[in-house]
């Protein structure tokens, strides 16, 4: 499933620092596809992307495709952020459960319409800044 990807005029306030092992998350994040890694040995996926498996502690681990859909478990407003953000003030963040298993912490984005609630559906998008993207929830 190919992500909902939203151009942002401007660069990441605070650009996330990539290494070998996570380049392909970003390249195919820019692509709107996400991605994370499973164990080849016990089959459990971790989310952020990781070279060793946190489980069983192997490091052969795939990337692999996930659905994007989950539900809200809660969210922020934040009014008084880190400097860096401050252009950006306010803005929501949150911790959405993936249908799959995964929770993730992510920036959310509002849609007009929807109050951010616990238990909402949600899906993942592409923020698609001039440096690079992040990915961020928007309600399903
Ligand atoms: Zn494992």
Known sequence: MTL???????????????TAFTEPYWLALG??????TRCCSCAKLTYPPKPIC?????DQVEWIEIDPQGVLYTWTRI?????????ELPYEVGI????LGL????RLV????HDFKPGMAMCMVVLLYGDGPLLAAVPA
Request: charged share 20%; aromatic share 6%; glycine share 6%.
């Open 110 to 113: 509002p849609r007009e319409g």
């Open 4 to 18: 909902e990807i939203i151009k942002v005029d401007s660069a990441r306030a605070y650009p996330p620092r990539t």
């Open 54 to 58: 946190p489980h069983c502690w192997t």
């Open 96 to 99: 959405v459960d993936l249908n």
């Open 79 to 87: 009014h008084a952020g880190p400097a860096m953000f401050a252009a």
């Open 103 to 106: 929770r993730i912490a992510v």
């Open 31 to 36: 692509e709107g596809h996400l991605q994370t």
